[in-house]
């Protein structure tokens, strides 16, 4: 069974940035596209970015875009998502995700305290 593991999550002040990693355990794991979502307390879980298996083409929220930037180094298994000028808004769990395959993170907290 193929394991996601995120970290890299935390808390920061308004205006900082985080990146969070997510580990694929698997080894096909340049033959699928990647996800992050996240779920604020009290929210459904909603999409934050994608990006294609090879990481020529991204797409994100708009309430991210600009500000978040996706990407994935298939050599290391893993998929990043650099967070900057957060906002309060952006608190949450932050879960990557692949569609076609199923796989689920377990999720790592991200607080921005204003």
């Known amino acids: 069974q193929v394991q996601l593991v995120e970290s890299g999550g935390g808390l920061v002040q308004a205006g900082g940035s985080l990146r969070l990693s997510c580990a694929s355990s698997?080894?096909?794991?340049?033959?699928?596209?990647m996800g992050w979502l996240r779920q604020a307390p009290g929210k459904e879980r909603e999409f934050v970015a994608g990006i294609i298996k090879g990481g020529g083409s991204t797409v994100y929220a708009d309430s991210v875009k600009g500000r978040f930037i996706i990407s994935r180094d298939n050599a290391k298994n893993t998929v990043y998502l650099q967070m900057n000028s957060l906002k309060p808004e952006d608190t949450a769990v932050y879960y990557c995700?692949?569609?076609?395959?199923?796989?689920w993170g377990q999720g790592t907290q991200v607080t921005v305290s204003s």
């Open positions: 995700h692949s569609r076609s395959r199923g796989y």
């Open positions: 698997g080894r096909t794991f340049s033959s699928y596209a």
